[in-house]
C-alpha cells in the first residue's frame, strides 16, 4: 500500500514514468534464470491460519492473505516501502519501492508482471492459487522478478503463503553503493523474504481475530 503519504501529482507522474520503463530481464525466458546460470534462486514459504476444506471461504484466512497482498502491506518497512495508485489495475501496476540498507537509500521502479488466479495441482493434491508477480525495470539496483502467492490445498484447507524469485545484481553507478550492497545485498534478499512471510502471517491471524472467524474458516458464535 501506500506508505502513509498522499498519491500527489508528484508521485502519479513518477508512475506514470515507471509504467513505460524498459524491463531488466526478458520474461518469456524465466525458465532460463536458474541458479546454473548465475541466477540467485531464492523460494520460502510459511503456514497461515487454516481453513475448512473446499474452495477459499469469503473473509476467511485465504481472502484476508489476498488483500493484504494486494495493498503490499506484509513486507518490513524499515527495509522496503512502496508507493502506488490503488486505483490502478493490479495487472501492469506500476510501484515505487524505496529501500533502505544501511545507511544507502534507493528508488526501485518495479512493474507487476502477471496476476496468478488458479487451481493447479499440487504436493497433496489441487490448490487454489492467488498471487502476483512483479519484475524489476530499468534503474533498479537488480535484475529479476519476484513473485507472491497465497495456496490452498483444497482437500485439507491448508494455507500457506510463498515467495519465490530468481535476481541478480543490477547496475549501481555509485561505487561505494554498489561495493556496499555486494557486501550486503544477499542477506537482506533473506530478512525481507522472512520478516515478509512472518509479517503475512502475523497481520492475517489480527484480520481473522478482527472479522471473527476462527482458524478453520467459521466465524465465532455473537
Not at 198 to 207: F, S
Request: charged letters at 20%; zero cysteines; proline letters at 7%.
Amino acid at each position: 500500500m501506500s506508505d502513509g503519504r498522499p498519491i500527489d501529482a508528484e508521485l502519479l507522474a513518477r508512475l506514470t514514468e515507471i509504467a513505460s520503463m524498459e524491463p531488466t530481464v526478458d520474461l518469456t525466458k524465466r525458465d532460463s534464470y536458474v541458479a546454473a546460470a548465475g541466477w540467485n534462486v531464492d523460494a520460502r514459504e510459511v503456514a497461515l491460519p487454516p481453513e475448512q476444506p473446499g474452495a477459499p471461504a469469503p473473509n476467511a484466512s485465504f481472502a484476508q492473505a489476498r488483500a493484504i497482498l494486494t495493498a503490499y502491506s506484509f513486507p518490513p518497512p524499515r527495509l522496503i516501502r512502496g508507493r502506488f495508485d490503488p486505483s490502478a489495475p493490479l495487472d501492469g501496476r506500476a510501484m515505487l519501492l524505496t529501500a533502505t540498507f544501511l545507511w544507502m537509500h534507493f528508488e526501485l521502479p518495479v512493474r507487476v508482471s502477471r496476476v496468478i488466479d488458479e487451481t493447479r495441482s499440487g504436493e497433496h493434491g489441487a490448490e487454489a492459487v492467488w498471487g502476483y508477480s512483479y519484475q524489476t525495470l530499468a534503474g533498479h539496483i537488480e535484475r529479476g522478478e519476484i513473485t507472491f502467492e497465497i495456496i490452498k490445498t483444497l482437500d485439507t484447507g491448508a494455507i500457506r503463503f510463498r515467495i519465490h524469485s530468481f535476481s541478480q545484481t543490477g547496475h549501481i553507478a555509485n561505487p561505494i553503493h554498489r561495493i556496499g550492497f555486494r557486501i550486503v545485498g544477499r542477506r537482506l534478499q533473506a530478512r525481507f523474504a522472512v520478516e515478509s512471510l512472518r509479517n503475512m502471517q502475523q497481520q492475517v491471524t489480527r484480520a481473522l481475530a478482527v472479522a471473527g472467524h476462527d482458524n478453520t474458516g467459521g466465524e465465532h458464535a455473537p
